[in-house]
């Protein structure tokens, strides 16, 4: 009854209301399809059908649990906004790759907002637990991950610079969180470039890259052991 009442009350937000029935049947859908390898994670999260799953936490542990080493896209073809390229490789203190790490990542769309209709998401650790635009993926064996989507909008009404929030987990390390921001982002100067660093915000060149792409960035995340 609680996992009923938490996704009504966030279809308000996410202006995607629908019935348990409905909800229930296309996340059963969803997980049968990433189990049986007939689609990609990549593939649900772009597929309008799944859209509406996207704030539920259930989906979202179905989507963790299938997380792979492969290219992760989280936008649709017809997301708005300017289509970016993300590479992230991940290490140790020594340099050394690691892989099969889990990454989360979210963000903000093209208009700085999380949810589908509304700037943030007020329930139950809000933007972290439902945004939108999500997903996981595991490192490959060189440490290396490939993220496609959107390049996000700073909140609206605010200074704060564009950003993709990053969660790293990997065995025998300490779990990392940082953010990628960017450094042609007309907010990231000054006091708030000053306070992106200090608070450990990872900050990318923008790099030419093949169409469909606007723009790349890419990051190096290092991982302390326990």
């Known amino acids: 009854m609680k996992s009923f009442i938490l996704a009504m009350l966030l279809s308000v937000f996410t202006g995607t209301a629908m019935s348990q029935a409905d909800s229930s049947a296309l996340l059963r859908q969803a997980e049968l399809k990433l189990q049986s390898r007939n689609a990609t994670v990549s593939s649900i999260l772009t597929d309008n059908v799944y859209a509406s799953l996207h704030p539920m936490t259930s989906f979202r542990e179905v989507i963790r649990k299938q997380a792979v080493a492969e290219v992760l896209s989280i936008a649709g073809e017809n997301e708005p906004g300017k289509k970016i390229k993300v590479v992230a490789t991940v290490k140790n203190k020594e340099g050394q790759p690691v892989g099969n790490a889990l990454i989360y990542l979210y963000q903000t769309d093209s208009r700085g907002w999380y949810a589908a209709d509304a700037p943030h998401v007020l329930l139950n650790e809000g933007d972290f637990r439902h945004a939108r635009l999500f997903g996981y993926a595991k490192t490959d064996k060189n440490g290396k991950i490939e993220l496609h989507t959107v390049k996000p909008a700073g909140y609206p009404n605010s200074d704060l610079p564009a950003h993709i929030h990053v969660h790293v987990t990997a065995d025998g390390y300490r779990p990392y969180g940082t953010e990628f921001l960017f450094k042609d982002d007309e907010r ?35 991982l302390t052991k326990k």
Request: glycine share 12%; aromatic share 8%; hydrophobic share 40%.
């Open 188 to 222: 990231l100067k000054g006091e708030i470039l000053n306070r992106a660093v200090i608070n450990g915000g990872m900050i990318g060149m923008p790099e030419r890259a093949e169409a469909p792409f606007t723009q790349k960035f890419s990051y190096e995340i290092k």
